[in-house]
């Protein structure tokens, strides 16, 4: 099991930019790929950004594809999530996931219009 802890969420006006961070302990050693999600208020979640172990492999969501960077730093175990140009459309909880289907407890973005 993967223990992810999220950070970096916050109140953004609409244009700024964010930096979320997951950090991973436990048996981290089959957690990738890794993925973010997010779950806007009333909705489903939905996913936004995946990366491999390597890093060499991302994919991204269509509504999110040229705004958010994903990357990972796997000798500090840390996934990060840079989200640029942001809208209040991004407003959500934003999670980590493990590919062992471990979930960290979210972080909340809210980006005014």
């Known amino acids: 099991q993967v223990q992810l802890t999220e950070s970096g969420g916050g109140l953004v006006q609409a244009g700024g930019s964010l930096m979320l961070s997951c950090v991973a302990s436990g048996r981290t050693e089959n957690m990738f790929p890794m993925r973010w999600f997010r779950q806007a208020p009333g909705k489903n979640y939905e996913f936004v950004a995946a990366?491999?172990?390597?890093?060499?492999?991302?994919t991204y969501a269509v509504s999110v594809k040229g705004r958010f960077t994903i990357s990972r730093d796997r000798a500090k175990n840390t996934l990060t999530l840079q989200m640029n140009n942001l809208k209040p459309e991004d407003t959500a909880v934003y999670y980590c996931n493990s590919d062992q289907n471990d979930w960290g407890q979210g972080t909340q973005v809210t980006v005014s219009s």
């Open positions: 990366i491999s172990e390597s890093g060499d492999s991302t």
